[in-house]
């Protein structure tokens, strides 16, 4: 039963990787191509809805898909209760954006504000659509239709994107392609997963989900103004292209800390859940998550702050400079990510969505400091603020963790110290590369081809682990291409 459930969680790790460089690294590639054709300004512009996008995401899903997740048998009363009561809801939340976006175009002072939030808002009730759909896959760890289902989307809302913005649509273009991705994954996903909606709705389901559910949700709200505040204040303070520079330092850090955490979230929070009355073995299993987490996240994190200037000098030119040293910050806050959402996995499987608001709360409250240090001095202030409170969180959490399953935060530390001293180790002889009287192109190659062979090294030679032998099998697996 050990060896099925491993077998089970490998799978699915594998293909919620190939769903995320694919469908996320596909879109990445788009955004590169974008950013290209298109300004710091037009970025920053969608940049400035994005709280108010992501808000009214968490509010249409309610907390249903943790419950729906995390519930060992569900009826199709409790299928048809989340769908509706999630379509619902979308739509309230949409008239209630498009009524409001002048008052928000006024906030920022950008007119373009009010048609870019009433187009773009259309989202939410195409997301949630397909929301009920999704958590079905989930539920069986069935990641290859949603890593196909991604891909198929991605390639298609990344093509519409791509045209429209080389037609001269300008900031159109960033909510064409999304709100073409979208569809395309809804009507994918209803198609995939072979559920369809029927007239039925209980009151009682309701209740029993949103007793657990409403805390994910207020869990969730908490998170995106915690995540989501850095970006509205500097769409208010500071200029639509400074907007625009932080968020794309943002999205390169996410290709990286986002993907790991939403695919370990993903995969292993069914797992979890899974077995939850078997404490000594979920905690073994939840160690060797954290443990594989920064394998992957420190590498590439640390990685990609080493390799910053040539990254982003090579994928999108000159006009994205600044963007650089946000980058190199914004690397070291995303360490703490991936850990942070693992630790509240554990405490969700374990039913205590209680614990996780409360440390959301915690986490959003410390996030002032932040705040007030871009209010009254600058980004730089705002950004190295984020990285000290990052790791204060991350220690709260730790000590939460301690208290849900047998892990002492000292052996939480123990096990993730290692990986960050090879990883500092290999980001450090990286960086120094940087320096090479070469084009920038030449570099990013030559930094690439030494942190991949210092990393391999390292772990080869210094500190072989479990860890380490599983995701270098895996991927031997996947370049040989064997089953």
Known sequence: MEDSLKEKTAKGVKWGFIDNLGGTGILAIVNLVLARLLSPQEFGIIGMTSIFITLSTSLVDSGFTGALTRKKKVSEKDLNTVFYFNLLTSVCLYLLLYFTAPLISGFFGQPILVPVIRILGLSLIVTALSIVQKV?????????????????????????????????????????????????????????????????????SFREMFSFGGRLLLTAIISTLWSEIYSFIIGKVY?????????????????VTSNVSIVMQRVTYPVLSSIRDEKERQGRAYRKIIRTTVLISFTAVLGLAAVSEAF??????????????????????????????????????????????????????????????????????????????????YLVYAVQVSKSVDYPVMSQLKDILPYFLVSAFMAAAVFCLSFLPLPQWAVLGIQLAAGAGLTVLSYETVYRNDEYEDVKSALLKLLKLKK
Not at 151 to 180: D, F, K, N, P, R
Not at 357 to 373: N, S
């Open 312 to 393: 982003v000098l090579t994928l999108v030119g000159d006009q994205w400079i600044p963007a650089i040293g946000y980058l190199r910050i914004l690397c070291l806050s995303g360490l703490f990510m991936p850990l942070m959402i693992c630790s509240a996995n554990i405490i969700n499987a374990n039913g205590r969505s209680d614990t996780t608001l409360y440390l959301e709360i915690m986490k959003t409250l410390l996030a002032a400091i932040p705040v007030l240090a871009g209010i009254f001095y600058s980004i730089e202030a705002l950004l190295w603020c984020t990285v000290a409170v990052s790791a204060v969180s």
């Open 136 to 204: 079905l896959l989930v539920r069986k760890i069935d990641f290859r239709t949603q890593a196909v289902v991604s891909v198929i989307a991605a390639v298609l809302g990344g093509a519409a994107g791509i045209w429209t913005a080389t037609a001269g649509y300008g900031v159109w273009s960033l909510v064409v392609m999304q709100l073409v991705r979208l569809s395309l994954t809804t009507v994918l996903l209803w198609f995939f997963s072979g559920w369809m909606p029927s007239f039925m709705f209980s009151t009682d």
């Open 239 to 255: 200029a639509p292209s400074v907007l625009g520079q932080y968020s794309r330092a943002d999205k390169f850090r996410n290709m």
